[in-house]
Structures are given as structure tokens and as C-alpha cells.
């Protein structure tokens, strides 16, 4: 076993990858973590080291995740590397079928996905309408912005004028505090 904590990640995909050839499984481009790749390829060097028959199927050879395990389903042949169920079924629709037959042929083209007739008619009102499902941005006009930054100007005013009328106020309340104590101070120092 190799020491793997000082290993960067495209050097422990490069030793997964090799090692990977020499079992027989598929190799990867990525892992979720350092921690999943050093996992890996311990993995793989446990194998190299404990010899057992392996049989390479065409399941094996398909796609791996991110983890090292083979994806649920491989379509990549079927489709684009950027298709999926959403991009499919969205140019089905723009030929002109309908909600079934688009989501017989998903579930021809995708086997192990979860899309419903909802997700079809959501697909199909999605072409109609691009800003379905995201937040409008509304855009002020210039004169907007001014009125809104006047309105917040004129509240900071009156915030600081209500705080300097307080301060006053106090300020004054001290004074005539301090005065009445040494008028009181005075009175007792003066005997009678």
C-alpha cells in the first residue's frame, strides 16, 4: 500500500486509472473528494494484491461515477454528452408529438429516469414560455432609482435630525440636572 495523503487528485486518478486497466474496470475522471479517490484506489491496490477471477462484461466497461461505481444506466451512445430527459424531450415536442408519445420514447431512451406526464406538459409550457420557472428581474428606470435613493436620503435625515433633537434633549436635561445639584451643594456650604 502506497501512502496517498500527499497525493493530488489528478495523481490519484492517474494510479486509479492504471490500476484500474490492470483489473479490468473502467477508468474515471473525477472523484467527489480526495477522501473518494484515495478510497478507490486502496481499493484497487487491495484487489492487485489478492488476485481473484474477474470477469470484464460490457456493464463494467460502461459509465463510471464520480465515486469509481458504475453509473445506473449508460446513454451516453444514445445521446449527446449534454442531453438529457429535459433537452430530449423538449425537442421531441418541437417535432410535433404528443405528451404520451414523448414520454414513451424517454422511457425508451432513458430506462432508469423517474419523468412523468408532468414533467412532459412542464417540458411543453417551457418551450412556450423561456422565464418559466425563474424570477423576472424587474428593471427601474432611472427615475425610479433616483426617487427610491431620495427616499433613503430623506429618511437618513430625519434619522439624524431625531438623534441630534434626542441628544439635545438630553444634553439639556444634564445641564439643568447638574445646575439644580449645585445650586442644592450651594445651599448647604452657606449656614443659615
Known sequence: MTDLKGKSMSELIAMYNELATKVGKAQVTEFKSLAAARSAVTELETKMETPETVVVTSADVGTVSADGTPAKYDSSSKRGPNQGVGEFSKNLIKEGKTNAEVLDAVKKQFPAAKTTT????????????????????????????????????????ATEVQIAEKEKAEAEKKAAADAQAAAQTQGEAQPA
Open 118 to 157: 408532468g414533467c412532459i406538459a412542464y417540458y411543453r409550457a417551457a418551450i412556450k414560455n423561456p422565464n418559466l420557472g425563474k424570477r423576472a428581474k424587474v428593471q427601474k428606470t432611472p427615475a425610479e432609482l433616483r426617487a427610491a435613493a431620495q427616499a433613503l436620503l430623506d429618511a437618513a435625515t
